[in-house]
């Protein structure tokens, strides 16, 4: 998932250049390797990796220093100098979303019969959606709190941007509690780890 985050970095992992990889991210790939196919977990990549393109491509048109890419347990994020305008932070921010939207209908409809590039439509499509949606740290967080600044609220849109998440987050509880009742624990952890994401922003 694309997040975007100040300059932090941590120790404890392997680099490649001012790319982080971290020792859960390697563990946690090493299993999804060995329970689904190559197919799926290279599309799985490929389309990750075209998404945080996306956002690096942003930044070099932006002027946005970019310090490293980090892959954790919980995704890959960009640790970068957060731009001052608003304007910018929202193209940084929807350059992901844009770049996995654009591969996911290109590969549909140019390659329909095609089972790898139906893989990777299918995941270059739930992450582009994943990362719309308006709760931080997602991008599409970021993207309301850049228009709600360019709409001029000013100071007032973190805050606006805060309300609005712990709604959302409120109002789907109860599913994911029912789903993870029902045997399917997936939405109510994913809820669980944007709390716990709120915290520590």
Known sequence: MGRLR??????????????????????????????FSGRLMSAVLLSAALHEGGHLWACRLCGVRVRAVRITVWGAELLLEEPRRPLRRLAVAGAGPAVSLLCAFSAAFAFPRQEWAQLFAGASLILGLFNLLPVPPLDGGRILLALL???????????????LTTVLLALSLAPGAALALAGNPSLLLLELWLLFQQGND
């Open 149 to 163: 600044e360019l709409a001029g609220l000013g100071i007032r849109a973190e805050g606006v941007v805060s309300r």
């Open 6 to 35: 100040k300059p932090e970095l941590n120790a404890g992992g392997l680099w490649f250049g001012r790319c982080f990889l971290s020792a859960g991210a390697v563990f946690w790939l090493t299993l999804l390797c060995m329970r």
